[in-house]
């Protein structure tokens, strides 16, 4: 285990009962990490199988500096802190930011709470951290769910604000499916997906599956990518599985996290061949939603993702999950099954001049672009342009 210590100078006196250090080959597979973890008030994206595939696989593709702070005991070694940190430069400047490489939905520091008084006692541990975060323009810290005060107190000046999307997590609870579809879907919507299901069984024999072997993921997933390639080439956008690394990625997590429970791939098979896939990891009694592909080729007018969704829906229910996450993306879908909007926020902390002009660029060009959608909505909403849209 290799160290990044802090200089002799910036200790003091209330500190010597930490050892603060950047770890580069920290394991994250280790049962230490996967304990405090656990104790932890994170989230499945700080899951030990997940951050070291995405430190081990990813971050070398990605040409990323992965930058893993830990905070020990100076006695003993007990681990108290995780930041799972990642060093990038763009446009000139060097950014700090949670190691989520664009594939994590909700971020944040890994402590167990009953260790905090321990921390937060400790003065000077602010500026230790950040000095070994050199060098550094700007400290970004996004997808955050509410205020955590040890995290204010190691970037205090940091400056947050509410980001542009949103996070959309259905609670269900101690739910049967019967009722609670009963319950949460209006009666118009679940009457169209009923229609949908009888003109899918027109087609052949609809199987919806829990898929758990390697050989059956691997064959799901190259249908998955293909699915969404389709898709995403019909909205002229980018697709993330794209990318031979992060395609390589989410199935790897897929493998191992059907063998240990941390992870689900459901494949909706029509006659034998699959017609739509969804995957998402599971963190207690929580299963998070990230991926989700179907046939539009041959499939296009029997809304399969919406089935899909349903029917993982209904899985979770019955697997006994108290939250069903559809995690970030503003879609109108996920309202009608019954989610919540939860917001989520950002902050940024500059750590020189050029970075404090970098925080100013990013907080004109997020507000800017959040009025922007704002008058869009309310552009489509009113009734000239919504005639005109039903024309398209």
Not at 2 to 24: N, T
Not at 82 to 101: I, K, M, Q, T, Y
Not at 115 to 141: E, F, K, N
Not at 147 to 174: H, K, N, Q, T
Request: glycine share 6%; hydrophobic share 45%.
């Amino acid at each position: 285990m290799s160290f990044v210590l802090m200089p002799r100078a910036v200790r003091s006196a209330d500190v010597d009962l930490l050892e603060v250090a950047i770890e580069p080959h920290f394991d994250f597979a280790s049962h230490e990490y996967r304990s405090i973890h656990q104790k932890s008030q994170t989230t499945a994206f700080q899951a030990g199988g997940w951050l070291d595939t995405l430190h081990r696989e990813l971050a070398p593709a990605l040409a990323v500096e992965p930058i893993t702070v830990t905070v020990r005991q100076r006695s003993g070694g007990r681990l108290l802190l995780v930041l799972p940190l990642a060093r990038s430069r763009r446009n000139g400047l060097v950014h700090v930011e949670f190691a989520d490489f664009g594939l994590c939905d909700y971020l944040g520091p890994v402590y167990d709470p009953v260790d905090a008084p321990l921390l937060v006692a400790s003065a000077a541990l602010p500026a230790r951290i950040v000095a070994l975060l050199a060098p550094c323009d700007v400290v970004s810290l996004r997808k955050l769910v509410g205020d955590d005060p040890f995290l204010e107190r190691l970037f205090p000046r940091a400056r947050r604000a509410r980001m542009r999307v949103s996070a959309y997590p259905v609670r269900i609870g101690s739910s049967i499916w019967a009722e609670w579809r009963s319950a949460k879907l209006n009666s118009g919507f679940r009457r169209d997906l009923d229609v949908k299901r009888r003109r899918i069984a027109k087609r052949g024999t609809a199987a919806f599956v829990l898929v758990e072997g390697r050989n059956e993921i691997v064959r799901v997933f190259d249908a998955l990518r293909r699915f969404r390639a389709q898709r995403f080439e019909e909205r002229g956008v980018h697709d993330v599985l794209e990318n031979e690394a992060i395609f390589s990625f989410y199935r790897r997590i897929a493998v191992d996290g059907a063998q240990e429970g941390t992870a689900r791939t459901f494949c909706l098979y029509l006659s034998g061949e699959p017609i739509a896939v969804m995957f998402g990891v599971v963190h207690r009694r929580t299963f998070s939603l990230l991926l989700v592909g179907f046939d539009l080729v041959r499939y296009r007018r029997l809304s399969l993702g919406l089935l899909a969704i349903e029917d993982t829906l209904r899985a979770s229910i019955e697997a006994g999950d108290s939250i069903y996450d559809f995690t970030i993306g503003d879609y109108p879908y996920k309202l009608q099954f019954g989610a919540q909007s939860m917001p989520l926020y950002e902050w940024h902390a500059a750590q020189t001049i050029r970075g404090y002009l970098a925080v100013l660029c990013i907080e004109v060009a997020r507000e800017t672009k959040r009025v922007l959608k704002f008058l869009i909505k309310g552009a489509l909403r009113s009734p000239s342009v919504a005639t005109a849209a039903s024309h398209w």
